[in-house]
Nanobody
Framework: VQLVESGGGLVQPGGSLRLSCVASGFTFSSYVMRWHRQTPGKERELVASIGTAGGSPFYSDSMKGRFTMSRDDAQNTVILQMNSLKPEDTAVYYC?????????WGKGTLVTVSS
């Protein structure tokens, strides 16, 4: 099982980044997919989640209107489009897959928002 995130990097405030997570080794279309993020000294927090079979994504309050999550079951991929980035969005972003008691995590990709 693998979840591989990519797309992180350094961006100026107000800029955009597009994170990708490619999954392998499990039945991707059956899993709820989530993005979490974590900064040093803080707990990992939920950014967004998307269910199976075309359900609408859920966003945490601070991401609403700025972030868009989507999934492509044919490509075993989830995307997190992040716009209007703020310095407080700086974190390691993790991809997560969950189906009942089964849960998988990627290793994360670092997003730094700074001028």
């Amino acid at each position: 099982v693998q979840l591989v995130e990519s797309g992180g990097g350094l961006v100026q405030p107000g800029g955009s980044l597009r994170l990708s997570c490619v999954a392998s080794g499990f039945t991707f279309s059956s899993y709820v997919m989530r993005w979490h993020r974590q900064t040093p000294g803080k707990e990992r927090e939920l950014v967004a989640s998307i269910g199976t079979a075309g359900g609408s994504p859920f966003y945490s309050d601070s991401m609403k209107g700025r972030f868009t999550m989507s999934r492509d079951d044919a490509q075993n991929t989830v995307i997190l489009q992040m716009n209007s980035l703020k310095p407080e969005d700086t974190a390691v972003y993790y991809c997560n897959a969950r189906l009942r008691w089964r849960e998988y995590w990627g290793k994360g990709t670092l997003v730094t928002v700074s001028s």
